[in-house]
């Protein structure tokens, strides 16, 4: 079935590298994307790779995709206390638009 | 302003009354869906709506209803509340179905359920 798993804590100092985690199961999955929850606050889109690529890079992001072994991270160089919020990694299963959610990874940023 | 927007925020209800979460996004969006997120769980999706008068059942849609009349509104509806739909409940738009079209949060709802 669809699953998608990712560790549920990271902290790291400020201006450190954070690395987040997460595997998936379905290898339909055309797309896959990184969301960012603040507190209070609903989820946005960080970024999302598409399954035919190895790497993508986006300013302070890096995203890596290991199709074979079905393993997701997202690396955040520099990593700021406004960085702090819940990751959630999600897969999206080729059916109508619905995505499939990781438990999401609180990162908490020590000054 | 491009939103999705929701209301009640925040809502405290006791089990068997009657409750409408109601959803609204001004970027004509055709596909439109509601999730909930539990700690440890992630979100999981209730039910989806691919356009108006389109709906469908999510992996977890037992105990909710929806309706989608027009293409802007996708309420949420609990016609009898149990404490297990204590939750958060998130509902989102994105332009179509496509697997590579964003999808646009709300800001959430936060029920509890006494």
């Known amino acids: 079935g669809e699953d998608v798993e990712q560790s549920l804590f990271l902290s790291v100092r400020e201006g450190d590298s954070s690395v987040i985690n997460c595997t998936y199961t379905?290898?339909?999955?055309?797309?896959l994307y990184w969301y960012k929850q603040e507190p209070g606050a609903g989820l946005q889109l960080l970024t999302y790779i598409f399954s035919n690529m190895d790497m993508k890079q986006d300013q302070r992001l890096t995203v890596l995709l290991n199709k074979k072994d079905k393993h997701l991270s997202l690396r955040i160089a520099d990593t700021q206390t406004g960085d702090s919020a819940i990751y959630f990694c999600a897969e999206s299963p080729n059916q109508g638009g619905k995505l499939i959610f990781g438990q999401g990874t609180e990162l908490s940023v020590k000054p | 302003e491009a939103q999705v927007t929701q209301n009640p925020r925040y809502l405290i209800t006791v089990t068997g009354k009657k409750l409408t979460v109601t959803c609204s996004q001004n970027m004509n969006h055709e596909y439109m869906s509601w999730y909930r997120q539990d700690p440890g769980l992630g979100l999981r999706q209730i039910y989806y709506s691919m356009n108006v008068e389109v709906t469908d059942k999510g992996d977890v849609p037992e105990g909710y209803k929806v309706s989608r009349k027009e293409k802007r509104n996708f309420p949420l509806i609990l016609e009898s509340p149990s404490p297990n739909q204590t939750s958060l409940y998130f509902c989102a738009s994105s332009p179509g179905a496509g697997v590579q079209n964003e999808q646009f949060f709300g800001p959430g709802t936060r029920l509890t359920v006494l």
């Open positions: 379905d290898s339909s999955s055309t797309y």
